[in-house]
Nanobody, 118 residues
Framework: QVQLVESGGGSVQPGGSLRISCAASGSLDSIIRVGWYRQAPDKQREMVAAITRGDSTWYGDAVKGRFTISREPAWNTVDLQMNSLKSEDTAVYYC????????????WGQGTPVTVSA
């Protein structure tokens, strides 16, 4: 199992930037992929970015070109750099780790809230 703790959220004005982090502990060698998700009020949780052991990345259409996911080689942290933030990026952001079989290795944590508002 893997334990993940999200941090770094806060309030920012539209057009601003924020970097959030996902700190991992536990059986890090079993991680093949980590995804960042977000859930806005009254909306379903959606994946916004993911990174694999081979450093391949994926981004949702809504954040492509604005968000960048990165990781430390040993999976100690997985960061999400968010630029050109919009009000619609307001949400609680979560991270989750997956094994080679696709099964989740971590439970949903508390998340870190991001508010984009003038």
């Amino acid at each position: 199992q893997v334990q993940l703790v999200e941090s770094g959220g806060g309030s920012v004005q539209p057009g601003g930037s924020l970097r959030i982090s996902c700190a991992a502990s536990g059986s890090l060698d079993s991680i093949i992929r980590v995804g960042w998700y977000r859930q806005a009020p009254d909306k379903q949780r959606e994946m916004v970015a993911a990174i694999t052991r081979g450093d391949s990345t994926w981004y949702g259409d809504a954040v492509k070109g604005r968000f960048t996911i990165s990781r430390e080689p040993a999976w100690n942290t997985v960061d999400l750099q968010m630029n050109s933030l919009k009000s619609e990026d307001t949400a609680v952001y979560y991270c989750r780790a997956y094994s080679k079989s696709g099964a989740p290795l971590s439970s949903w944590g508390q998340g870190t809230p991001v508010t984009v508002s003038a």
